[in-house]
């Protein structure tokens, strides 16, 4: 009786199962759209749910085909003029093995996490077509640069920068971008008074947010430990890597929990209250932190690190906020920018690392401020040049009504009444907790009854 080819080949039979895991943690990751999707609805008015729905969608949509027809070959190019390689223009199209297209598609899916960040930032407010042209050009030029100088053995990857799984690459990236593009559209309507006071517009559902967020964090695991894991050793004789991908493992959910823990201490600290929404994005700022050094830190580190990474959430937000008077409507950059680069560069103190690591701090320093310059200045080009096309952001009329109608023709809630009687009751709340008008177009004693004046009633 014959031997089965996969039975007469160890290697086939690694490679198989090896295969068989890459995609399955790649359509993990890909799951994490939904709670992308989710966590931004929920943070948004009810009347650009829609809006957000809508460009979570086409950022996976236009931006994977750029990444393969244009992306895949500036990431090469960057790689070979910058660490002093060969490469070959759109080798992509016509791989050695078909096993190249599964580790393209692997890449794919943190590339669209970095490009549906952005939306979180500048929800309520800009064009559908400003943002597919930004993701356009992410997808093709501004992330695989990124990815050219680090994963691909560019420059930074030879000066030494280390990144396990994206924290720096993907969110760090994905969070300097989403806060240079919020900077540049300008805040929503009634954000900012004139005398700086700041006025509080809440998110429509905090269950979509909580349910979003906790999808994210059911998918990071794809994010870190498939990307830590081979389960089998290249002559198939047992699990490869089984302690290294149980480090992985462990740093990534105590990373997480301390994210939540620390967001809500400092809210606590701040306000009196466990804020349930810092509770949520700490859990994921803290995922963030540990997504450049889950590879390398210790189990205590984890902590250490997670809970500074959820800790520093509701002081940057304000910061953002307050002092820089920027409207990032989904926390973005605290969440990933000010989390990731965090986490990228605390792998750099021997403290936190394993025995032999041997990350150099410099180079990390280096790697950070090349990714977060190119980042902020092409981003920043791409929104300008929009900007001054009058191109980026809709009408005030538009805006008022809600971008879903503006844009998409479409009521996300129907049977509540028209746009501008959202379920979220268009409030727009001053520090003090009172109402305002929303653009000075509706009495301030607007409730949660769908709008409504007594006039009305």
Partial sequence: MSLLPLQADPASVATAVNTVWVLTVTFLIFFMHAGFAMLEAGQVRSKNVANQLTKNMLTWSVGVIVFFLIGATVEAITAGVTGGGSYSLFAIFSPESTLSWVSWLFGAVFAMTAATIVSGAVAGRMKLRAYVTYTVILAGVIYPVVTGLTWAGGFLSAFGFTDFAGGMIVHGMGGIAGLTAAAIVGPRLDRFNDDGSINVIPGHSITFAVLGTLILCFGWYGFNVGTAAAPLSADASGLASFEYVGRVALTTTLGMAAG???????????????????????????????????DLITWWAALVIGGLAGAQLPIVFGLVEEYLKIDDVCAVFPVHGSAGVLGALLVGIPIFTVPGAGVSFVSQVVGVAVIAGWTIAATAAVFLVLKALGQIR???????????????????????????????????????????????????????????TEEEN
């Fill in 394 to 452: 809709v009408s005030r009329e538009h805006e008022l009504e809600g971008l879903d109608v503006s844009e998409h023709g479409v009521d996300t809630y129907p049977e509540f009444g028209s746009p501008d009687t959202a379920v979220d009751g268009g409030r727009v709340m001053r520090p003090d907790g009172g109402l305002v008008s929303e653009a000075n177009e509706a009495s301030s004693d607007v409730t949660s009854d769908g709008g409504r």
């Fill in 260 to 294: 939540a823990i620390g967001a809500g201490a400092l809210s606590l600290f701040k306000t009196g209250k466990v804020d349930t929404l810092y509770v949520a994005n700490g859990m994921l700022a803290g995922l963030v932190g540990i997504t450049s050094n889950t």
